[in-house]
């Protein structure tokens, strides 16, 4: 029953119970910038940004096409293709040092497109790349990155055909699961000829299949040599798998989308993959619990006209969808996916010109959107009967620290003081309190230096 107006605040903070949050001990936010971490003439004042807003960890996806020597040319140089010194690594060389600096995490992705002379003759760069050819470049990269990186994944959405090609035969039965297998055997074998022992995830998939796109399901079944009904078929030999990743985006409905296709996975049906992926430790091959890196994630915002939602809804769903990895002990890692919009297309329809991500804490001019705020201090509240149960994170906090937690009836006048919390050692805190219609919370919290800063204001959603 909601609250009668004439209720004391002595009661309503008594009313209100500290517990716990529960989730993975070891889950990590990755942050992916490319745009303003690549550019040199942006890139510390990015740097000392992630820093303020508490990121520690960092995904970079590093194109083999961006470092290869005669990357267009189709006849192979001359060269011993697993020394590093053959690349051309100035692009990412200075992101991957200050992050390693830095103390940070470092998730890197090597992918496609790939110099064409390592594409078997195809006329494009991501059409049947040589496996042969991958596990030299995985040897140098790691010559080169090895002692900064964290973790490997290997290609970036080999289900969708701008990475990988062809995903589907002229049966229309998906190929690229195979050509994939491929690819991270190989990718094993060049990071072993490194003497290169870092942890190597699988997947990195899309999260929807299209009759382009195959499955993210469907993907890690066939590259894992198994049926529909996860039974072993060919001659496949087992692989070493020390995660699964993949890039859970949702529609313009929110964290709740449910697509049609059981073989999809949004955050919102994140259980899908847990069920699937026990069922391939059941087949043996993956180990029983094998952990989860959702590394590719973000709400888009207006003024994107197909996927995009009102600002302050962007805040709200980015913060549920970061509780939905949260409390999931097997993800050990989710993703906020740019800082800024990617630029639009100048001149272009309105659908053209906002082809890009539009995911960004910040618009492409560099405004601010409530988001930022938000992942500073991500806050979401949902409905438990006729209470609520709110989950934040002092983010920036990096151990035990107290938030004041503030609500307001309605959505204009002032917010009220609720609360002070002492959160747990990863900054974060779940609360049970009261609910009415219409109400909304925000946190406060001070900085070691003694800067307050305040969150976005959020409804209750269940």
Not at 286 to 297: G, K, M, S
């Amino acid at each position: 029953m909601p609250l009668l107006r004439t209720l004391p605040l002595l009661l309503l903070a008594c009313a209100v119970l500290a517990v716990p949050a529960q989730a993975s001990k070891t889950q990590e936010v990755t942050f992916e910038a490319p745009r303003d971490l690549l550019d040199p003439a942006t890139r510390d004042q990015t740097f000392s940004e992630l820093d303020s807003l508490g990121v520690r960890a960092l995904r970079v996806v590093l194109y083999w096409h961006d470092v290869a020597p005669e990357g267009d040319s189709r006849v192979k140089p001359k060269a011993d293709m697993t020394d590093p010194s053959v690349y051309d690594w100035s692009r990412y060389a200075p992101v991957l040092d200050e992050a390693h600096k830095r103390g940070w995490n470092l998730h890197l992705t090597v992918s496609g497109p790939v110099p064409r002379w390592a594409t078997n003759g195809a006329r494009d760069t991501v059409t049947r790349p040589s496996p042969n050819e991958f596990r030299m470049f995985m040897t140098a990269v790691s010559r080169r990155f090895g002692g900064q990186v964290t973790r490997y994944a290997i290609w970036n959405e080999p289900n969708h055909p701008q990475f990988l090609a062809p995903q589907y035969d002229k049966r229309k039965r998906p190929v690229s699961p195979t050509i994939y297998r491929g690819l991270y055997a190989a990718a094993l074998r060049g990071l072993a000829d490194a003497g290169d022992t870092k942890p190597v995830v699988l997947g990195e998939t899309a999260p929807v299949g299209t009759g382009k796109d195959v499955a993210p399901l469907t993907f890690l079944r066939r590259a894992l040599c198994l049926n529909d009904r996860y039974k072993k078929i060919g001659k496949c030999s087992k692989v070493r798998v020390d995660g699964i990743a993949h890039h859970p985006y949702t529609r313009r409905s929110g964290p709740f989308y449910k697509p049609s296709g059981p073989n999809d996975v949004t955050i919102g049906v994140l259980s899908r993959l847990v069920k699937a992926t026990d069922r391939l430790a059941k087949a043996g091959v993956v180990a029983r619990r094998v952990p989860l890196y959702l590394t590719e994630f973000g709400i888009q915002s207006t003024p994107d006209p197909l996927y995009g939602v009102p600002l302050l809804r962007q805040n709200e769903y980015r913060n549920i969808s970061e509780r939905i990895a949260y409390n999931n002990s097997r993800v050990r890692a989710f993703s906020q996916y740019l800082l800024r919009d990617d630029l639009p297309v100048e001149g272009a329809s309105k659908i053209a010109r906002y082809g890009g991500f539009e995911s960004g804490l910040r618009t492409s001019g560099g405004k601010d959107k409530p988001a930022l705020a938000g992942f500073r201090l991500p806050l979401a509240a949902e409905k438990r009967g006729s209470g609520v149960r709110l989950w934040g994170m002092a983010r920036p906090a990096g151990g035990r620290t107290t938030v004041e937690v503030q609500y307001r009836n309605g959505s204009k006048g002032s917010f009220r003081r609720l609360a002070a919390i002492t959160t747990d050692a990863r900054g974060a805190f779940t609360k049970a309190t009261a609910n009415r219609k219409g109400r909304q919370w925000r946190l406060r919290w001070t900085a070691g230096d003694g800067t307050t800063y305040t969150s976005p204001p959020v409804r209750a959603y269940g």
